[in-house]
């Protein structure tokens, strides 16, 4: 029996309603039987499923102003194949995101739909629990990429103020941020060197009802002290020798505004009193002056010491601290939050091939190096590794080998224990048989490329064989995506076995 063809008022019996906050699939596959599962199982208060027998029926729908948020693909399709489809959306309606689903087991072809523009893969016959996941994980990327797109739309970001989070830990941070920014009151935040602490303090300020005025940024730590008090608060003409006239005080120029103080842990004990008699007066006088002067700035202020300590060391005013942990923000450093990781780098590199007019991917095996690294220096220390990487074409974490070291799999990087292709055994070496041994002299570099090739070669056949060669179970075990694994497979040359299983 023909499924009933669903018109674009209909779906599921019930009439499409704007703004019912569900998300609109649309499955094409030749089978009925799938085409019902995908139905029942996907049907309810999240979705709404459409169904298409072929490519044809799809693209009337499209051409009807139907626009799924995410199309089910099969990609052995009569009429018009999944892979000419995917073409043919891919250059009228760009912004349809699709999910492959077939039994073929090419490894070419699947690979081919995924260079397309399809974001993931199932594999017939998959489980519901397989199905949902898929789904739920295009959706939500999906959601991620035109948010990111919505943002930049906005000029949120820049080269050097930069908020993009996936990580629950910033969402907490930037849900204080939108409840702190409606008031004036001082707000301390800290974190390691690099984190975004002064993003974060820009961020307050955008959102604040100050955003129209100034944002003015001192950095407590780059000043000597003496120069550091006139900035901070002025002087008259006359003031001090070489004060041949009067300057206005950083409070005065963010009239209306925002001030943020940056390394505040370093400022000199000599102002951190007429500081603390701004927060609790509102008011200075230049130096120089008797005239006081009415302070109309907001007041953030950031640090990566303790100030806790430095109090209890004497290096810092209690008074002070108390009056500037009103509220406290704590930035968690990159490492903690590896999902902002691939987030950010792929924000940062886009901005840096379109700076320096280049087209630099980054393969899943140098992002899983990047998710990997500790990341000392934080946010700043990736987005100069991006740069670095546009303008250079290297990916080197750090100084002292990591480039090498992270081609490798982590035990052999850690062990050393790796055999090197071309290369003797420790065994010989250790016998003192190099001088005699017949080796090809290449690049480390890629040795280390070949031993990783190897050595991945070698897990992701076990995997297979251990799960009878089901790709989906396979990069589970691996610890890796479905996507990733096919593209590893093809890399390895694993595609011709995978089709001699499917045979």
């Not at 984190?195 to 000597?224: Q, W």
Request: charged share 25%; hydrophobic share 40%; glycine share 6%.
């Amino acid at each position: 029996m023909r499924q009933k063809e669903i018109t674009p008022v209909e779906l599921n019996g019930e009439n499409i309603q704007e703004g019912s906050g569900k998300k609109t699939l649309l499955s094409i596959d030749d089978a009925f039987e799938i085409r019902d599962i995908i139905q029942r199982a996907l049907s309810g208060e999240t979705y709404h499923v459409m169904v298409c027998g072929d490519c044809v029926e799809a693209l009337a729908l499209l051409e009807r102003g139907i626009s799924p948020d995410l199309i089910l693909l099969d990609l052995m399709l009569p009429k018009m194949s999944g892979l000419d489809f995917l073409k043919l959306i891919r250059d009228r309606y760009s912004h349809l995101k699709t999910v492959v689903i077939s039994a073929r087991g090419d490894v070419e072809t699947v690979v081919e739909a995924l260079q397309l523009g399809a974001l993931d893969y199932i594999h017939k016959p998959f489980s519901i629990d397989e199905l949902k996941i898929a789904v739920d994980k295009a959706i939500s990327q999906k959601e991620m990429t035109e948010e990111l797109e919505r943002l930049k739309r906005q000029k949120v970001f820049t080269e050097d103020y930069s908020i993009l989070y996936a990580s629950r830990e910033m969402a907490n941070i930037m849900e204080m941020v939108s409840k702190v920014a409606q008031t004036d009151v001082p707000v301390l935040v800290t974190g390691d060197s690099g984190v975004g602490k002064e993003a974060v303090a820009r961020e307050i300020h955008r959102r604040s009802h100050r955003s129209g005025g100034p944002f003015l940024k001192i950095n407590c730590a780059a000043l000597p002290a003496s120069l550091l008090e006139s900035e901070l608060f002025g002087y008259n003409k006359g003031a001090f020798t070489g004060a041949v006239q009067s300057k206005p005080s950083k409070f005065e120029n963010a009239s209306g505004g925002t001030i943020f103080l940056d390394e505040i842990g370093d400022l000199a004990p000599s102002i951190q009193a007429k500081f603390l008699h701004v927060l609790q007066d509102g008011s200075f006088n230049r130096l120089g002056s008797n005239k006081t002067i009415q302070a109309d700035a907001r007041v953030l202020v950031a640090t990566n010491h303790d100030l806790e300590k430095a109090v209890d060391k004497g290096t810092f005013r209690a008074d002070l601290f108390f009056r500037l942990n009103v509220v406290h923000l704590n930035v968690p450093p990159l490492k903690d939050r590896p999902v902002d990781i691939s987030l950010l780098a792929g924000h940062f590199l886009a901005s840096y091939n379109k700076r320096y007019s280049k087209d630099l991917e980054l393969s899943q095996s140098e992002m899983d190096r990047l998710v990997r690294h500790p990341w000392p220096g934080n946010v700043r220390e990736l987005q100069n590794t991006l740069r670095r990487y546009a303008v250079l074409g290297i990916l080197q974490l750090d100084g002292k080998g990591s480039e090498l070291q992270g081609e490798l799999p982590d035990a052999a990087a850690a062990s050393g224990d790796l055999p090197l292709p071309g290369l003797p055994d420790r065994a010989d070496v250790e016998q003192g048989d190099l001088h005699h041994a017949d080796t090809e002299i290449i690049p480390l570099k890629a040795v280390a490329r070949k031993a990783a090739m190897k050595a991945e070669k070698k897990a992701i056949w076990a995997a297979l064989e251990a799960t009878k060669w089901n790709k989906a179970k396979a990069a589970r075990l691996l610890q890796v995506s479905y996507k990733a694994l096919l593209y590893k497979m093809k890399d390895c040359g694993l595609g011709s076995a995978a089709r001699k299983e499917e045979n």
